[in-house]
């Protein structure tokens, strides 16, 4: 039955001659982005096929740029647009209070003053066994004092001779006072006696030694709002212990400071000083960071194993355990 319906429905009757035959045109997509060429091969080898004129497609401007060409694109399509958009950028409002960054970032301007810094240049006297360098920090005439500490700090590279250098600076040092800083290269023989060589490599090794120790003091004194201190830096070569209580004997001091456990030439001197030097040392020690313990973990044995091997016991109870709830009838 279905076939006979299906074949009375191809049938061609007079009635469907009479209707024209529909032609299929090809249009674009509206919702589709035009490409910038308005040819298409395949659209036009369907027309020829179908033996219809394809039409041209008008070219449509494309406004989807990137956030640089379209600011560009923007100067020249609108340009009282474009001054709107860029003054609008930061919008600055009359009377406003500044912003909390704004003054924080004024008012540490104003709290260090321009006279913070040191004198240059530096006053260098070289020996054949010392280079002493003496500078000026914070030179100003308002902030006099009438009495000054002196206070003299080994220096020999190390992270305590930092941490004892540092410390004192920012918490012993006043304006008005005089900090001398002391490194000592360890070598036993006398610096007459070397050869020419030897006395080449040593110079060459106080050179850098002295550099390296002004540059420390600058960065730690540099950050601090003192006046009007002296500093002297002494690098001297020679046995350590005899050449820091020459340096002792002969200044001045109201204090030594020294680290708790220095490096190389210096190691063990802060004890020595405690019990030779003519002035009060103070022996500086960093602070101590708890340390976290370290416990293995193990695996646990079985229940059944630990009483096999005797090292958990069973009690058992003889007779019957008598029930909590009375209604079990035990």
């Known amino acids: ?37 308005d040819t298409d091969d395949s659209s ?23 956030d640089d060409e379209f600011e560009d694109d923007l100067s020249v399509r609108d340009p009282e647009l474009y001054k709107i958009t860029e003054s609008n950028r930061r919008i600055i409002l009359e009377n406003m209070p500044p912003s909390s960054f704004e003054e924080n970032k004024l008012t540490k301007q104003f709290l260090r003053p321009k006279e913070l810094v040191f004198a240059e240049p530096p006053i260098t006297i070289t020996q054949p066994d010392r280079i002493v360098v003496s500078m000026t920090y914070g030179l100003s005439n308002a902030h006099t004092v009438k009495r000054c ?71 730690v004194l540099g950050a601090m709002l003192l006046h009007n201190i002296k500093i002297t830096l002494y690098t001297i070569a020679g046995p350590t212990k005899e050449s820091l209580l020459g340096v002792i004997s002969e200044t001045p001091l109201s204090m030594v400071v020294c680290g708790s456990r220095d490096r190389n030439s210096f190691k063990g001197i802060s004890t020595f000083l405690v019990y030779n030097s003519p002035v009060p040392v103070t022996v500086v020690r960093p ?5 976290r313990s370290k416990k293995k973990l193990t695996s646990a044995q079985k229940l059944s194993q630990s009483v096999r091997n005797g090292q958990l016991r069973v009690d058992e109870v003889e007779g019957p355990i008598k029930s909590i709830n009375s209604h079990d009838g035990i």
């Open 1 to 37: 039955m279905l076939a006979q319906e299906i074949e009375e429905l191809n049938k061609d009757t007079e009635e469907d001659r009479r209707i024209k035959e529909a032609v299929i045109m090809a249009k674009s997509d509206p919702n589709q982005i035009a490409p910038d060429d």
């Open 44 to 66: 036009s080898e369907t027309d020829q096929c179908k033996g219809t004129q394809s039409r041209s497609r008008p070219v449509r401007r494309r406004y989807y740029y990137d």
């Open 149 to 219: 500490k002196k206070y003299l700090m080994t220096f020999d590279g190390g992270e305590e001779s930092k941490y004892a250098m540092h410390w004192a600076m920012g918490t012993m040092l006043r304006s008005g006072d005089e900090i001398h800083v002391v490194s000592v290269l360890n070598i036993e023989e006398d610096v007459e006696e070397l050869d020419s060589d030897d006395k080449r490599r040593l110079w060459q090794e106080m050179d850098r030694n002295s550099k390296s120790l002004i540059s420390n003091v600058r960065t």
């Open 287 to 291: 602070q101590k960071t708890e340390k």
